[in-house]
């Protein structure tokens, strides 16, 4: 499940949530899952001093980002590579090719 992500301004204090229909609906789906991670770029340099973005998975609350890991296999920032995550979480994926004849 993928959405987009809504920011809120609450008490000066700007949070991050799952963007749905419905005011309580995007504070309130996150229950229902048991991995919620956040894409964050976070601005970094490299060794020249060159500014570069680094995109990261957060996997917990923080920083105003809604995140959370159910397994408690995961770092607190993961690359995001999703198959990678899939199986770090101990699952695996089957994928069937298809051959021409």
């Known amino acids: 499940f993928v959405c987009k992500m809504e920011k809120q301004n609450v008490d000066s204090i700007m949070q991050y949530e799952p963007k749905m229909v419905g005011t309580k609906l995007g504070q309130s789906i996150t229950y229902f899952f048991d991995e919620v991670l956040a894409l964050r770029v976070i601005e970094d340099q490299d ?13 917990r609350i923080g920083q105003g980002y809604t995140a959370k890991d159910r ?23 089957n994928v069937e090719s298809k051959e021409s004849a």
């Open 47 to 59: 060794d020249d001093g060159n500014p570069v973005a680094a995109r990261w998975l957060q996997t």
């Open 71 to 93: 397994s408690g296999k995961l770092e607190a920032f993961e690359e995001p590579n999703l198959t990678a995550l899939i199986a770090k979480l101990g699952f695996t994926i």
